[in-house]
């Protein structure tokens, strides 16, 4: 089983970074598939999820408006779309899949937002 986040980088505010994360080696259309973040010094925070079969969305009040999580079942990966990034949005991004008691978790990705 893996989850493989990739796309993250350095932004400057206002800018736009979009995440991808490919998953292997599960059902993931079973899935119901989550992007967490996690600033230093804070704890993990639920940005985003998506329900399996992409119907559903919901999102952190601190993102919402700004971001928009999808995922493409054809080619097992989730995406967040992050737009008119903050500084505070600075963070290592996790992608979480979720089924019953299961529950996989991929390597994550250094979002850094400054100027």
């Not at 928009?68 to 903050?86: C, H, P």
Request: glycine share 12%.
């Amino acid at each position: 089983v893996q989850l493989v986040e990739s796309g993250g980088g350095l932004v400057q505010p206002g800018g736009s970074l979009r995440l991808s994360c490919a998953a292997s080696g599960f059902t993931f259309r079973r899935y119901h598939m989550r992007w967490y973040r996690q600033a230093p010094g804070k704890e993990r925070e639920l940005v985003a999820r998506i329900t399996s079969n992409g119907d559903t969305t919901n999102y952190a009040d601190s993102v919402k408006g700004r971001f928009t999580i999808s995922r493409d079942n054809a080619e097992n990966t989730v995406y967040l779309q992050m737009n008119s990034l903050k500084p505070e949005d600075t963070a290592v991004y996790y992608c979480n899949g979720v089924l019953g008691f299961i529950d996989y978790w991929g390597q994550g990705t250094q979002v850094t937002v400054s100027s």
